[in-house]
């Protein structure tokens, strides 16, 4: 039992070790002594302005980390029944509801959908479900593009980021309300650029007893869209699951199980290279990662008991209001409206 779950209580001792360290604490600790005037100034400014001093909350500090792993707790089970990524709730729903710098929400939010990859990543790859010859040309793009991405949205403001981060979790919501999936897409014909990358494949489909034999075709403008969706995940920390799945699948005709397993997998490759920027940035702050990434694995355990007994139609309409929900708040938070 000990064994089952040891990586799981490894995970819980390294967040209480984190969130009890003497030395973190919230830098809003320090301002008010850093800007009071020194003895004997007086409150002389020199001929300078006089900066006020930033308001000190009176919340404890330690009541944010737990709020924040209660929350991604329930986004871990919900993300598992919805079928969409942790980082996609979490970025919208944590940027727009908590007092974080929407640079940390977004850092951490990759290393949220990140987490996940890796887990599932190897089982994948063993079952021959993610392809590494349709994955590895798909992930050198997506990847240069996702540090593109991110070196954009740490250029950019805070609200010009909550506006675009809100419109493009509204346009989400529209691709998941709207967008049909097809189990075994019918390729006429395998490109030029597929034939020459080799991606194609075989796998064991259980449900079928038999095993299915694939290719793709229109692979180079599957290619470049995934040039923007390398740009969005890493300027938004969204990851790219809600996209990557119905590109590969609808638009270059692979195999649903093999998209969903690939586009898994990508997620180890492209989210590395933008996390990078963000943590050489310093916008990885482990007070929010660490409860966040226990949060969501020990609500994936939850969520994936509980999803042989929800209606998948439901907990999938619950998820969309969620974020349009969380794509109002963002959008309407960039723009001033509702701050």
């Given amino acids: 039992m000990l064994h089952r779950y040891?990586?799981?209580?490894?995970?819980?001792?390294?967040?209480?070790?984190?969130?009890?360290?003497?030395?973190?604490?919230?830098?809003?600790?320090?301002?008010?002594?850093a800007m009071a005037p020194a003895?004997?100034?007086?409150?002389?400014?020199?001929?300078?302005?006089?900066?006020?001093?930033?308001?000190?909350?009176t919340t404890p500090w330690w009541i944010w980390p737990l709020s924040l792993f209660i929350v991604t707790f329930i986004l871990g089970i919900l993300a598992v029944l919805g079928g969409v990524g942790g980082g996609v709730l979490f970025v919208?729903?944590?940027?727009?509801?908590?007092?974080?710098?929407?640079?940390?929400?977004?850092?951490?939010?990759?290393?949220?959908?990140?987490?996940?990859?890796?887990?599932?990543?190897p089982g994948l790859l063993k079952r021959n479900l993610a392809s590494l010859r349709l994955a590895l040309p798909v992930a050198l793009i997506a990847s240069a593009a996702a540090i593109v991405g991110a070196m954009?949205?740490?250029?950019?403001?805070?609200?010009?980021?909550?506006?675009?981060?809100?419109?493009?979790?509204?346009?989400?919501?529209?691709?998941m309300a709207t967008a049909k999936k097809s189990d075994f897409p019918?390729?006429?014909?395998?490109?030029?650029?597929?034939?020459?990358?080799?991606?194609?494949?075989?796998?064991?489909?259980?449900?079928?007893?038999?095993?299915?034999?694939?290719?793709?075709?229109?692979?180079?403008?599957?290619?470049?869209?995934?040039?923007?969706?390398?740009?969005?995940?890493g300027m938004f920390g969204l990851g790219a699951g809600w996209a990557n799945v119905p590109v590969l699948n609808l638009l270059m005709g692979a195999p649903l199980k093999i998209s969903v397993a690939t586009s898994k997998f990508l997620l180890s490759i492209t989210d590395t290279s933008a996390a990078w920027v963000y943590l050489n940035q310093g916008a990885v702050?482990?007070?929010?990662?660490?409860?966040?990434?226990?949060?969501?694995?020990?609500?994936?355990?939850?969520?994936?008991?509980?999803?042989a007994k929800a209606k998948p139609k439901a907990i999938k309409w619950m998820v969309i209001g969620l974020l349009l929900f969380a794509g109002l708040r963002s959008l309407l938070k960039g723009l001033g409206i509702w701050p």
């Fill in 152 to 175: 954009i949205g740490l250029a950019l403001k805070p609200n010009v980021v909550n506006t675009l981060l809100g419109a493009t979790i509204l346009f989400i919501v529209i691709i």
């Fill in 92 to 121: 919208p729903i944590v940027g727009g509801f908590f007092p974080f710098n929407i640079d940390f929400v977004r850092g951490a939010g990759l290393l949220v959908a990140l987490a996940g990859a890796l887990a599932a990543g």
């Fill in 285 to 307: 702050l482990p007070m929010i990662v660490v409860p966040s990434l226990v949060g969501i694995m020990l609500g994936s355990i939850v969520g994936v008991k509980i999803l």
């Fill in 186 to 233: 019918i390729v006429p014909k395998p490109d030029n650029l597929s034939q020459s990358l080799g991606i194609m494949g075989i796998y064991r489909e259980e449900s079928l007893g038999k095993d299915v034999e694939w290719t793709v075709h229109k692979t180079l403008s599957g290619l470049l869209l995934f040039i923007v969706i390398g740009i969005m995940a």
């Fill in 39 to 57: 003895e004997g100034d007086h409150g002389e400014s020199h001929g300078a302005p006089a900066v006020p001093a930033a308001p000190v909350s």
């Fill in 6 to 33: 040891s990586s799981v209580i490894t995970l819980v001792l390294i967040m209480v070790t984190a969130l009890f360290m003497p030395q973190v604490s919230f830098a809003a600790d320090a301002v008010p002594a």
